[in-house]
């Protein structure tokens, strides 16, 4: 059975690497917008947030978190049941597939071109901001393809997804994982 362990734990650390730059981007807008300057121009200086930056920002959250529990599953070989299947694995990358998805779009929406005011730093953040939003997508996207073209090619929704399955080095059919620490 052929493995593509390297491949996605790289693409999930890549995804826990661009979340992490996507909860900056969020976090600075925010503070921005929340501790507006009295006499700024935006919104005649009440302060406000936007909904869509706060569901990237929970989104970005969430991924971190998915992803360190992704790699630890797929590189420590652990098996927790039902939560560590690759139908759970696969549930979990479209929710997070779904949720980029809108949090990209909508932001797209709202700042798409943004070049007329390049100038100013909030409009540099809020593009880039976009572009991490459809990167984190992007990611979620290759993660979920490729998960289910393995999940399908070997018959394994229900098995565990980091993809070994020899009874005497994991937690799998029953079977409590050994290690061999000097004969024990």
Not at 59 to 84: N, P, Q
Not at 87 to 111: Q, R, Y
Request: glycine share 6%.
């Amino acid at each position: 059975m052929a493995s593509t362990n390297g491949v996605r734990v790289g693409l999930y650390v890549l995804l826990w690497l661009f979340s992490v730059v996507l909860l900056g981007l969020c976090a600075t807008r925010l503070h921005y917008t929340i501790f507006l300057p009295p006499f700024d121009p935006l919104n005649n200086g009440q302060p406000f947030f936007d909904p869509i930056v706060v569901e990237l920002a929970v989104t970005s959250i969430l991924a971190l978190f998915w992803s360190m529990y992704t790699i630890h599953i797929i590189h420590r070989s652990y098996d927790y049941g039902r939560f560590s299947s690759f139908f759970f694995e696969l549930l979990g990358l479209f929710v997070f597939f779904v949720l980029f998805l809108v949090g990209a779009a909508i932001a797209s929406t709202f700042w798409g071109d943004l070049f007329w005011c390049h100038s100013f730093w909030q409009c540099r953040v809020l593009t880039v901001l976009v572009a991490f939003a459809w990167m984190c997508w992007v990611l979620t996207f290759f993660l979920f393809f490729a998960s289910l073209a393995f999940a399908i090619a070997n018959s394994a929704f229900f098995r565990p997804f980091h993809a070994q399955y020899n009874p005497h080095s994991s937690y799998y059919a029953g079977e409590r994982k050994r290690r061999w620490f000097g004969g024990w």
